[in-house]
């Protein structure tokens, strides 16, 4: 994984790019990392995940990155398509560390 992945991720175990991100803390921590002002980490629990992937899909747009992927598909599944994800996560990792 990507160091920044690897060194980010607040007491949250990411082993994969499908069910280790859908309850969205893994990229709010990721986000938090490099957007503090818009992730109150302390403040999420993994059961909101609506809240969750919605402060970190809007906290990306803030710099320009689209989300790729879904609200309602992502609430549908605890395993979402690992490509899908793994294209979001590079496109915050080129953004911040290229």
């Known amino acids: 994984m990507p160091r920044c992945i690897d060194a980010v991720i607040h007491n949250i175990d990411v082993t994969n790019f499908s069910s280790s991100w ?3 803390l893994a ?3 990721l986000l938090h990392t490099y957007l503090p002002a818009h ?3 302390q403040e999420l629990i993994s059961q909101d995940k609506v809240r969750n992937l919605t402060l970190a899909f809007q906290a990306a747009e803030t710099i320009g990155i689209k989300p790729s992927l ?3 598909e992502l609430m549908k599944t605890d395993r979402p398509d690992w490509q899908s994800v793994m294209q979001y996560v590079s496109q915050i990792y080129k953004y911040f560390e290229t």
Do not use: L, T, V
Request: contains cysteine; negative net charge; hydrophobic residues 35%.
């Open 70 to 72: 879904d609200i309602e």
């Open 39 to 41: 992730i109150p980490y």
């Open 27 to 29: 990229f709010c921590a």
């Open 22 to 24: 859908s309850d969205g």
